[in-house]
């Protein structure tokens, strides 16, 4: 009797200690979420809304993915919050460029988030639009050699966000997922994908559609919503039939309920900006006649507009007539 109850509350404080004592109802619910995780309450927490019209736009350097084309063996568990995928080897897919400059983010793993029905689920926001699901990939800061260290630094992680919009055709590329959903249903079980996996099949292919994204620093979304990540959302969104979404939301929960919908609500943005990262090529005009300029002066602040001959030609015509008269 001892024995099982030093177990029991062993295995409690093990909960507390991962914050696995989370959920999204009730008491453990995210707006309680504050009263055992302070760090919850924080002035730099996600999810947010993001208006595009409060964005600030700039060019960065390209982002970078490295290793995304190499296939490697995957596996996904069912830890009661979400479904995690991770690969089984390390340090070999890379982030950077972008907001993270030189630095060399390493992947750690990548999960979802999603709703009841078909209408909520992301966690971001895009003018106050919620989509049915969203993809975050996890990379940490190589500087900082693993994933917990990291944690204990505001540039520690940098996330990659992906949302999807409902499609009438299931996306092939995420099937290898979809069909062993039914295998981990229960909390903590785990399965090998069938074949290894190219992450670039999960994320966004296009080059240019790549450096389409905004940009804030932020948390996790999750309890202890350490505000440690530089949030990357990309605007391309990804497409999965209403059949391949709803297949996530037969996952148990740690309460053994269903677990229906594993979003956090969005948080107030204070005093934090969120860039816009315009893809470089799309700054630089090209193929315009360059009569059709309007310069903008640098020392004056005046915009200078060039005359074409044909009105200078038409005013000397007109002065001739007048004095002619
Ligand atoms: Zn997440």
């Not at 520690?156 to 992906?162: E, K, R, S």
């Not at 391949?244 to 309920?257: H, K, M, P, V, Y």
Request: net charge negative; proline share 6%.
């Amino acid at each position: 009797m001892v024995f099982s109850i030093a177990t029991f509350g062993l295995l409690l404080l093990l909960g507390f200690c991962l914050g696995d004592d989370f959920g999204y109802d009730g008491n453990h619910g995210p707006s309680h979420w504050g009263e055992e995780y302070h760090t919850c309450i924080g002035k730099h927490q996600s999810p947010i809304n993001i208006e595009e019209h409060n964005v600030k736009n700039v060019s960065l350097p390209p982002l970078k993915l490295i290793g995304i084309d190499d296939p490697y063996q995957s596996f996904v568990t069912n830890n009661g919050h979400t479904v995690m995928l991770k690969i089984n080897e390390s340090k070999v897919i890379m982030l950077s460029g972008g907001p993270l400059g030189n630095k060399v983010y390493v992947f750690e793993q990548l999960h979802f988030h999603w709703g009841q029905n078909d209408f909520e689920g992301s966690e971001d926001l895009i003018n106050n639009h919620s989509f049915p699901m969203e993809m975050h990939a996890v990379f940490y800061k190589e500087d900082y050699k693993s994933m917990n260290e990291a944690l204990n630094h505001s540039d520690g992680l940098a996330i990659l966000a992906y949302l999807y919009e409902v499609s009438p055709n299931p996306n092939v590329m995420y099937e290898p997922i979809v069909e062993v959903l039914p295998d981990i249903e229960t909390v903590g079980s785990e399965k090998v994908l069938r074949e290894p996996l190219m992450l670039r099949k999960l994320f966004i292919s296009d080059i240019t559609t790549m450096q389409d994204y905004f940009t804030y620093n932020g948390s996790l979304t999750t309890p202890p919503c350490l505000e440690v990540a530089i949030w990357i959302d990309f605007k391309d969104h990804l497409r999965l039939s209403h059949e391949q979404i709803a297949a996530f939301r037969n996952l148990r929960s740690t309460e053994g309920d269903k677990l229906t919908h594993n979003f956090r609500p969005v948080q107030s943005l204070e005093d934090r900006i969120v860039l816009h990262n315009i893809p470089r090529e799309q700054n630089i005009p090209r193929n315009i006649p360059p009569k059709t300029y309007h310069r903008f002066d640098e020392h004056s602040g005046q915009h200078n507009v060039e005359m074409p001959l044909s009105i200078i030609a038409l005013a000397v015509l007109f002065a001739v007539i007048l004095f002619a008269i």
